[in-house]
């Protein structure tokens, strides 16, 4: 029987809620280790990545904006 439990955040250490309906519906075998807040923040700060050319350094926009100035 799938039941309600409470995790800690592997990122924050903050508990939060992994539902059984959220285990249900979505299928989880495993527990999740991230919380939703998280994952959100993760998922914005995802970018493309690109190749170093010539073994050139490679910076995030904000990185090479601070590295510029």
Request: charged share 30%; aromatic share 8%; net charge positive.
């Amino acid at each position: 029987m799938i039941e309600d439990k409470f995790l800690l955040c592997s990122i924050c250490n903050n508990e939060f809620l992994f539902s059984a309906s959220e285990q249900a519906e979505k299928g989880f075998e495993k527990e999740h280790s991230i919380c939703p807040v998280c994952r959100t923040i993760g998922e914005k700060q995802t970018t493309e990545a690109i190749r170093p050319v010539n073994d050139r350094q490679t910076y995030c926009r904000s990185c090479l904006m601070r590295r510029s100035r």
